[in-house]
């Protein structure tokens, strides 16, 4: 199977592990990294809402986790008719594991919907002034 789409199957999966019983808005995230190998997660709500973590906030900490360092492309897959783009806190994570050539895809049970850079989506990132990180 290439690549893409075992990338979106993994994205896929995890959408439907998604605990998502207060919002009913389920997400999967999935990403293909540095060390060739595919993370993903899913959406993880709590009854103190803001205990909640998203989708891409575990894939990436799975990534970690497993080894890889930094995200070639991540994929975020939900089922809505609009394109579903990460939160401004995701991407500001997705921003700290990222190169100039990191993609993010953007799915619904479709499929791939858009592919945008990190740079088209958080144009203006918060970064270390010193290191430039
Ligand atoms: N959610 C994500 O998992 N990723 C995002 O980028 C946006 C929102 C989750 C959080 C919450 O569980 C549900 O979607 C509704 O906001």
Redesign the pocket.
């Known amino acids: 199977m290439d690549i893409i789409k075992e990338l979106y199957q993994a994205a896929l999966h995890s959408y439907e592990k998604a605990y998502?019983p207060y919002?009913h808005?389920s997400?999967g995230a999935s990403i293909l990294a540095d060390d060739d190998k595919i993370y993903s997660g899913c959406?993880t709500?709590n009854i103190s809402y803001p205990c909640?973590s998203?989708?891409?906030q575990n894939a990436i900490g799975a990534m970690i986790n497993g080894g890889g360092q930094k995200i070639k492309c991540i994929m975020?897959l939900a089922d809505s008719k609009e394109l579903i783009t990460?939160?401004g806190a995701?991407l500001q994570r997705i921003k700290e594991f990222s190169t100039e050539d990191t993609a993010i895809y953007l799915c619904n049970k479709e499929g791939i919907k858009k592919i945008l850079s990190v740079k088209e989506l958080l144009p203006h990132a918060f970064q270390d002034l010193e290191t430039n990180k």
């Open positions: 998502a919002s808005f997400v959406n709500e909640g998203c989708a891409e975020i990460p939160c995701c």
